[in-house]
Nanobody, 128 residues
Framework: QVQLVESGGGLVQAGDSLRLSCAAS????????MGWFRQAPGKEREFVAA????????RYADSVKDRITVSRDNAKNTVYLQMNSLSPEDTAVYYC?????????????????????WGQGTQVTVSS
């Protein structure tokens, strides 16, 4: 069992930066992919970024790769999503997710179905 709690969302203006946090608890993350997804109203939940806990390999959606960085703090069991140059298109509920394969996949998974555990989400709203 993994519990995930996102924080750091809020209302910002276009061009601002924001750092989201996801605090994980309940089990070791040594075999985990930690993903960030977002869902805008009326749209499907889409992949944003992910990191493999052991080793720190990252992966990004092409649309955000130039503006977003995912990282983790091993001591705090926390994964971060640093978002820069925000625009209204980034407005969505952002979800942290965890899935486990214990080193089978060499790259972080982008598939929603891979992730077994999800946080409650944190709202990011970007005004123009």
């Amino acid at each position: 069992q993994v519990q995930l709690v996102e924080s750091g969302g809020g209302l910002v203006q276009a061009g601002d930066s924001l750092r989201l946090s996801c605090a994980a608890s309940g089990r070791a993350l040594s075999g985990a992919h930690m993903g960030w997804f977002r869902q805008a109203p009326g749209k499907e939940r889409e992949f944003v970024a992910a990191i493999i806990w052991s080793g720190g390999n990252t992966r990004y959606a092409d649309s955000v790769k130039d503006r977003i960085t995912v990282s983790r703090d091993n001591a705090k069991n926390t994964v971060y999503l640093q978002m820069n140059s925000l625009s209204p298109e980034d407005t969505a509920v952002y979800y942290c997710a965890a899935g486990f394969d214990y080193g089978i996949r060499p790259r972080p998974s982008t598939a929603r179905s891979f992730y077994d555990y999800w946080g409650q989400g944190t709202q990011v709203t970007v005004s123009s």
